[in-house]
C-alpha cells in the first residue's frame, strides 16, 4: 500500500473554524490529489499539488506538500456545514495509478 | 461534463454465483478503475486498464477478474462471489499524462448473501 496504516479519521468542528486534515505517503509521488466525497457519491477532485508545489490555493481550500517528509495536508478556512465529507489524498506515481489514503470524515456543525 | 456510468446501482448476489459489474464513461480517456470502498480501508485498487484490450491488476486483485473489451466499456467480474466481497465498487476513468483528473462513478452497491 502507499499509505501509512492510519485508520480513518473523524473531526468534528464548528462553522466558522478552520480545519487541516494530513495524510502520508510511502513511495514516490509526481502529484498529490485531494478529493472529497459526498454521502452517496463517488470522490470528486477539489484540489491538486505538484511535487515541485510547496503550496496551492483553491477558494477556501489550501494543500501543501512535503516531498522530504512524504506528507500533504489539505486546510479549509471558515469551514461551512456544506464541507460536510469525507477527504482522501491520493497520489499518482506517473503512471496514472492512483492510491487513495483511508479519508477524514469531516463534520461540520451549525 | 465528464461521465462515468456503473450498473447496476445495486445488487444482490448468491455465495458462488457470478456477479458482472458494468462501467461506461463518455471522457475518452484511456485509463479506467475498479475500486472497492469498505468502512476503515477507504478506497482500494482492484484492476485498471490503459486502453481496450488491457488490464491490470491493482492492490487487491483477488477473486476478481477485469474486461476491456472497448474504449468506452470496463467490467468486473466476479466469477464466484464471496460474502467478503460485499462492499461498494467504484468506478473511475482518467486521460494520459501528469496530472490528470480522475472521475468516479456513483457507486454500486453489492451484498452477497
Known amino acids: 500500500s502507499q499509505w501509512g496504516e492510519e485508520n480513518l479519521q473523524a473531526l468534528s468542528i464548528q462553522e466558522g473554524e478552520d480545519v487541516t486534515m494530513n495524510c502520508s505517503y510511502k513511495?514516490?509521488?509526481?502529484?498529490v490529489h485531494w478529493y472529497r466525497q459526498d454521502s452517496g457519491r463517488g470522490p470528486a477532485l477539489i484540489i491538486l499539488i505538484r511535487s515541485n508545489e510547496r503550496e496551492k490555493r483553491s477558494g477556501r481550500l489550501r494543500a501543501t506538500l512535503d516531498t522530504s517528509s512524504q506528507s500533504s495536508s489539505l486546510s479549509i478556512t471558515a469551514a461551512q456545514c456544506e464541507d460536510t465529507a469525507v477527504y482522501f489524498c491520493?497520489?499518482?506515481?506517473?503512471?496514472?495509478?492512483?492510491?487513495f489514503g483511508k479519508g477524514t470524515s469531516l463534520t461540520v456543525i451549525p | 461534463e465528464a461521465a462515468v456510468t456503473q450498473s447496476p446501482r445495486n445488487k444482490v448476489a448468491v455465495t458462488g454465483g457470478k456477479v458482472t459489474l458494468s462501467c461506461n464513461q463518455t471522457?475518452?480517456?484511456?485509463?479506467m478503475y475498479w475500486y472497492r470502498q469498505d468502512t476503515g480501508h477507504g478506497l482500494r485498487l482492484i484492476h485498471y486498464s490503459y486502453g481496450a484490450g488491457s488490464t491490470e491488476k491493482g492492490d487487491i486483485p483477488d477473486g476478481y477478474k477485469a474486461s476491456r473489451p472497448s474504449q468506452e466499456n470496463f467490467s468486473l467480474i466476479l466469477e464466484l462471489a464471496t460474502p467478503s466481497q460485499t462492499s461498494v465498487y467504484f468506478c473511475?476513468?482518467?486521460?494520459?499524462?501528469?496530472?490528470?483528473?480522475?472521475?468516479f462513478g456513483k457507486g454500486t452497491r453489492l451484498t452477497v448473501v
Open positions: 471522457n475518452n480517456h484511456n485509463n
Open positions: 491520493a497520489t499518482d506515481t506517473g503512471y496514472q495509478n492512483f492510491y
Open positions: 513511495t514516490y509521488t509526481t502529484v
Open positions: 473511475a476513468s482518467g486521460g494520459q499524462g501528469a496530472p490528470t483528473e480522475v472521475f
